[in-house]
């Protein structure tokens, strides 16, 4: 723990100022990065983070207060690994119980997924307030997460409207956007990327055989997840992990970009106008828990922000389709649910000071 968090948060108390602990709760990934999104609600506020041990995890706890979990899923049981979940989510288990105890947060916000549970529900039995955001790569329904966490959440907010109809009690909150930018100058770059919480070997594979056949003229930058397979060749470089910050260095100079369908991956890529091209994980090959995957690239895909790519055919027609087409600046505009949840925070700081 900071120690100058410390010493802000005692004298704020000698002062009598209810500075509400707001933990921060999200899994490895996009759903770490949209806590990132709602900075302007905590920041000046005492809060923590609970997330997943990632490159994007240590990142945040280079630079915030924070607490790593043990990843667990359900989608783990899927794939045949009903014992490794088990194993896990004890960790995990005992892993949140600890944080909630220490911590003792007035109030948890979350944005899942499965990791994230334990948290939730020791920090509701604690008295915490919660509230419940749910994924954006959620479009046309609720998440697992979501259904399992309902009960538990005193605020429920789903990212499309047409999910916060298939999820009871749910308030919608769309924050995609469309920028108007001129053309930025881009490097003959590609960055491959398969997010930060699973390897996707097939993506790497993918690129990897594209460039040696000369499809890819582009210099190619690799971040494989952790014991993925690392290209070797001129023209490549290969990490496992590689630090947000460099993630968001390498984005601003490449003029492609190939990722797995995470939102957090997508919005950022395209956030920095570069071209996209979405290889989704697939269930059936033991590359996801589930195949919402397709759900989200079919999406963007139907909003002209990106191509997809299921094989090696897909992706070279993806590649003429992506030096062709003009830049988009996409981002997602939190203002509305900032302002939403920061009237919720004072309602109820208000209350708890009568």
Not at 129 to 146: K, V
Not at 182 to 189: D, G, R, T, V
Not at 210 to 223: M, N
Not at 317 to 336: G, I, Y
Request: glycine share 8%; charged share 25%; net charge neutral.
């Amino acid at each position: 723990m900071n120690d100058q968090a410390t010493i802000d948060r005692t004298d704020a108390q000698k002062a009598g100022v209810d500075r509400t602990r707001i933990c921060l709760a999200g899994s490895g990934g996009g759903h770490v990065r949209q806590l990132f999104d709602l900075t302007a609600l905590y920041e000046g506020e005492d809060h923590f983070f609970v997330t997943e041990d990632t490159a994007l995890g240590r990142s945040v706890a280079a630079k915030s207060r924070a607490h790593f979990v043990a990843h667990v899923a359900l989608g783990q049981a899927r794939l045949g690994a009903p014992i490794h979940m088990l194993m896990a989510a004890f960790r995990n288990a005992a892993q949140s119980l600890k944080i909630i105890r220490k911590e003792r947060p007035s109030l948890v916000i979350t944005t899942g997924a499965g990791s994230m549970f334990f948290v939730t529900l020791f920090a509701r039995l604690m008295g915490s307030r919660i509230i419940l955001i749910d994924s954006f790569a959620r479009f046309s329904g609720p998440s697992a997460f979501a259904r399992i966490a309902r009960p538990l959440a005193h605020m429920r907010v789903a990212q499309s409207r047409i999910s916060a109809e298939n999820w009871p009690g749910a308030i919608a909150f769309d924050p995609l956007r469309e920028l108007e930018r001129e053309e930025q100058p881009k490097e003959p770059l590609l960055f491959a990327t398969v997010g930060a919480t699973l390897r996707f070997d097939r993506l790497v594979e993918m690129v990897a055989d594209a460039k040696q056949r000369g499809l890819i003229p582009e210099d190619v930058i690799f971040q494989t997840g952790d014991g993925g397979p690392l290209p070797q060749g001129e023209g490549m470089e290969a990490h496992e992990a590689l630090p947000f910050d460099r993630v968001g260095s390498i984005l601003r100079r490449a003029s492609i970009v190939v990722c797995h369908a995470g939102t957090g991956s997508i919005i950022t890529a395209l956030r920095e106008g570069c071209k996209v091209i979405v290889v989704p994980r697939r269930f059936a090959l033991g590359e996801h828990y589930d195949d919402h995957q397709s759900e989200i690239t079919t999406a963007f895909v139907e909003r002209g922000l990106v191509s997809m790519a299921n094989n090696a055919e897909e992706l070279a027609v993806a590649l003429k389709e992506a030096r062709q087409r003009p830049q988009r600046f996409v981002t997602t505009d939190h203002q509305p649910l900032i302002a939403h949840l920061a009237d919720d925070l004072a309602r109820h700081r208000a209350i708890k000071s009568h």
